[in-house]
T-cell receptor
Framework: DSGVTQTPKHLITATGQRVTLRCSPR?????VYWYQQSLDQGLQFLIQ???????AKGNILERFSAQQFPDLHSELNLSSLELGDSALYFC??????????????FGPGTRLTVL | DAKTTQPNSMESNEEEPVHLPCNHS???????IHWYRQLPSQGPEYVIH???SNVNNRMASLAIAEDRKSSTLILHRATLRDAAVYYC?????????????FGKGTRLSVIA
């Protein structure tokens, strides 16, 4: 158990719909990362938040957005869903100590299926 | 980010040592070599990291070539639980507050 929780575990929805994925980081971790894993693209970084602020953006579509709340949990919002958005979405967290490894701890993922 | 190259798949017998190679010929002096693995139906997990010297921890050993252009993750006695996809990743430290860039990794199968 990494200490990172993600809900829901599974989500099945239809094209055009909007969903919200939730992530609770390990206690004390200030950084939250979102990754997408699909069969054809592998594991890809989407977006990072650090202490409530957006810090880095990867291959995140404009239809997707995220935020990190004052209690440090994060939500990833996916809208106007398409079949190709079906994937595993992982959240990871890390503490941020200067000069340290700051390894990332991954949650169990949310499997999104768009029909 | 500097690129890493790994074999797509490898196979090992249970309780035998496994050597997982990674080539990173464009590595820079500030790149640390990290390994993560992803067990079936789970998120990735950290395995080990190093800069220049060989490293050991409770999970594995990391052997780094003298010119740092390649490295090898060593599992001393593979178990069925070690069947996973292993990712070799370069990261610049101490700026560790950055995303991980995953390649395709090596899928390790362990045969009983």
């Amino acid at each position: 158990d990494s200490g990172v929780t993600q809900t829901p575990k599974h989500l099945i929805t239809a094209t055009g719909q909007r969903v919200t994925l939730r992530c609770s980081p390990r206690s004390g971790d200030l950084s939250v990362y979102w990754y997408q894993q699909s069969l054809d693209q592998g594991l890809q970084f989407l977006i990072q938040y650090y202490n409530g602020e957006e810090r880095a953006k990867g291959n995140i579509l404009e239809r997707f957005s995220a935020q990190q709340f004052p209690d440090l949990h994060s939500e990833l919002n996916l809208s106007s869903l398409e079949l190709g958005d079906s994937a595993l979405y992982f959240c990871a967290s890390s503490e941020v100590l200067a000069g340290a490894l700051n390894e990332q701890f991954f949650g169990p993922g949310t499997r999104l299926t768009v029909l | 980010d500097a690129k890493t190259t790994q074999p797509n798949s490898m196979e090992s017998n249970e309780e035998e040592p496994v050597h997982l190679p990674c080539n990173h010929s464009t590595i820079s002096g500030t790149d640390y070599i990290h390994w993560y693995r992803q067990l079936p139906s789970q998120g990735p997990e950290y395995v080990i990291h190093g800069l220049t010297s060989n490293v050991n921890n409770r999970m594995a050993s990391l052997a780094i070539a003298e010119d740092r252009k390649s490295s090898t993750l060593i599992l001393h006695r593979a178990t069925l639980r070690d069947a996973a996809v292993y990712y070799c990743i370069l990261r610049v430290l101490p700026s560790g507050n950055t995303p991980l860039v995953f390649g395709k990794g090596t899928r390790l199968s362990v045969i009983a």
